[in-house]
């Protein structure tokens, strides 16, 4: 793989997992509560549970941006994994009133959906991707620059799909309340 993609792809990871520790830290609690939603963890574990994956991500966050260090990059894509599988079996039971806990924008939390899964699944391949071997070689000014703007680039989009995302949560949610209030009136 080329060193330069494979830097922007481990820098897109070191973000996404920064960004969900960060989110976990400052919301604890909240991010106990929807651990305990998903109905997967058997509850006295819950706490510990908590403190595992937010230091493993804690670890991931600074661990993908090690060159030639494999253990980071197969476990991001089983953490990314395990929250898709997590997402799909509640999705699948009609559970779909869940919050992700995946820290997306706003304060008012991200329903799980199809659409995250489906970006799981793409940043389980991202991970993967940072595996592979590298071009050798150090990178000259000119490629430095291009991986500082390219991950820059990068992080908006992935912030903008994750934005679109919550919007289409949003949107559903709003037409679901319209509908019922309609429903009300008309009685």
């Known amino acids: ?10 820098i897109l990871l070191a973000f996404v997992f920064s ?3 960060l989110h976990k830290l400052c919301n604890f609690s909240q991010f106990n509560a929807t651990l305990r939603s ?19 991500e804690g670890f991931l966050a600074f661990g993908v941006l090690v060159k030639d260090w494999l253990y980071p990059s197969f476990i991001a894509a089983a953490i990314f994994t395990l929250y898709a599988w997590a997402m799909s079996i509640n999705l699948i ?3 779909d009133d869940l ?7 706003s304060e008012f939390g991200q329903r799980v959906s199809w659409a995250l899964v489906i970006r799981n699944g793409v940043l389980t391949l991202f991970a993967l991707a940072t595996a592979f071997p590298m071009t050798s070689g150090t990178l000259s000014v ?3 620059t291009t991986v500082f703007l390219a991950s820059i680039a990068v ?11 919550a919007n289409q ?9 319209k509908t019922k209030d309609r429903r009300s009136a008309a009685e």
């Open 1 to 10: 793989m080329d060193i330069t993609v494979s830097y922007i792809l481990r």
């Open 19 to 21: 960004r969900g520790v």
């Open 38 to 56: 998903y109905r997967l963890l058997p509850e006295p574990l819950l706490p510990l549970i908590s403190c595992f994956l937010i230091l493993i």
């Open 93 to 95: 039971q009609g559970r």
């Open 99 to 105: 919050d992700c806990g995946c820290s997306g924008p």
């Open 142 to 144: 000119l490629e430095i």
């Open 155 to 165: 992080i908006l989009i992935y912030a903008s799909i994750e934005q679109g995302i």
């Open 169 to 177: 949560n949003r949107q559903t949610r709003y037409f679901a309340l």
